[in-house]
């Protein structure tokens, strides 16, 4: 049993909720997550089983969408819905052009300001830690990217959007510099993640639907079907002792004519994922990167 599962998170637990929710009902050798969602945020947490974690490197740096609901008129020191209200005003209603325009300004590499109630560390200490015994530190930015960015609907006072992003985008701090932006502060009333990479919505399982090892079975993504964009290579049987050896294994001509420094799957004969690999155009051979023990 190898392989991920797509959960949709309930609302209300953390993420790591889920995966002691999940310990009690199977024991793994191997099980963690990719993409920590806040504990109000719902939608889709690929959850790596047993030989699966060790793609997670592979995957954690993928995109992300979100459909994001933004409360206008309310500033919350957490940036969502979940924190204490600094500031809450009337604001009038905006025309969907005020509010497009708006958000196509964060379209591209934005910086953002790294929300103080969060899990980032500081002197090796958790800023959420810091802040709730009132320690003042400077707050750290960072570089994300937003990809694209759309108005879904507009229901004064609340704000429907739809974002994709690179990997470290908090949707928080996005609400409430869009609030800045437009005059009226704002802060992130409910979050949804629809696709990580590959993992999309209606891939997602809810974790009602998992009570015995079973369903573990039934819903879980196998470590074959992970990466389908990665170029499959099949291994001869005789070269797989070299792989489980950590040895290279010779590029063939019946290969899928891979390039020079790229990233592989490496099946065996009965198609079991057994590797990810990396070629080597110069000395025609592919190198082992992740042994997977399927």
């Known amino acids: 049993m190898n392989g991920f599962l797509i959960i949709n998170k309930n609302t209300g637990m953390s993420s790591f909720d889920v995966i002691r929710r999940l310990k009690k009902i199977c024991t793994f ?17 690929p959850v790596a089983i047993n030989e699966g974690v060790k793609l997670i490197p592979l995957l954690e740096d993928h995109e ?22 600094l500031e809450k005003t009337e604001p ?4 969907r052009e005020q509010l497009e325009e708006a958000l196509k300004g964060f379209k591209g590499e934005i910086t953002q300001k790294v929300p103080i109630f969060s899990s980032k560390k500081v ?16 707050v750290p930015e960072k570089k994300v990217h ?11 006072p609340y704000v429907d959007v739809e974002v994709t992003c690179s990997k470290g985008t908090y949707i928080r ?8 932006i437009i ?12 696709k990580h990479g590959d993992f999309t919505y209606n891939m997602s399982v809810g974790l009602d639907e998992i009570k015995e ?24 049987t005789q070269f797989e002792r070299f792989l489980k050896q950590g040895m290279p294994v010779p590029i063939m001509s019946s290969m899928n004519a891979p390039k020079n420094d790229e990233m592989v799957k490496l099946f065996n004969k009965s198609g079991r994922l057994i590797a990810i690999g990396m070629t080597d155009i110069k000395t025609n051979t592919i190198k082992v990167k992740r042994l997977i023990n399927n």
Do not use: Q, W
């Not at 701090?173 to 800045?180: H, M, P, Q, T, Y």
């Not at 005059?183 to 629809?194: E, I, M």
């Open 92 to 95: 009038n209603e905006f025309k």
């Open 146 to 156: 937003i990809f694209n960015i759309k108005l879904l609907d507009y229901t004064h």
């Open 29 to 45: 050798k191997k099980i963690g997550y990719i993409g920590t969602l806040d504990r109000n945020a719902t939608g889709v947490l």
């Open 213 to 236: 090892k079973a369903d573990i079975e039934r819903y879980i993504v196998p470590v074959e079907d992970i990466l389908p964009g990665m170029n499959k290579i099949v291994i001869d």
């Open 173 to 180: 701090s996005l609400a409430n510099d869009f609030g800045e």
């Open 64 to 85: 992300k969408s979100y459909k994001a609901r933004f409360l206008l008129g309310v500033r919350t020191d957490t940036f969502d819905i979940e924190g204490k209200v």
């Open 123 to 138: 002197n090796k200490k958790p800023l959420y830690k810091l802040a709730r015994k009132g320690i003042e530190v400077d």
């Open 183 to 194: 005059g009226c502060g704002a802060t992130l009333y409910s979050l949804v993640r629809t």
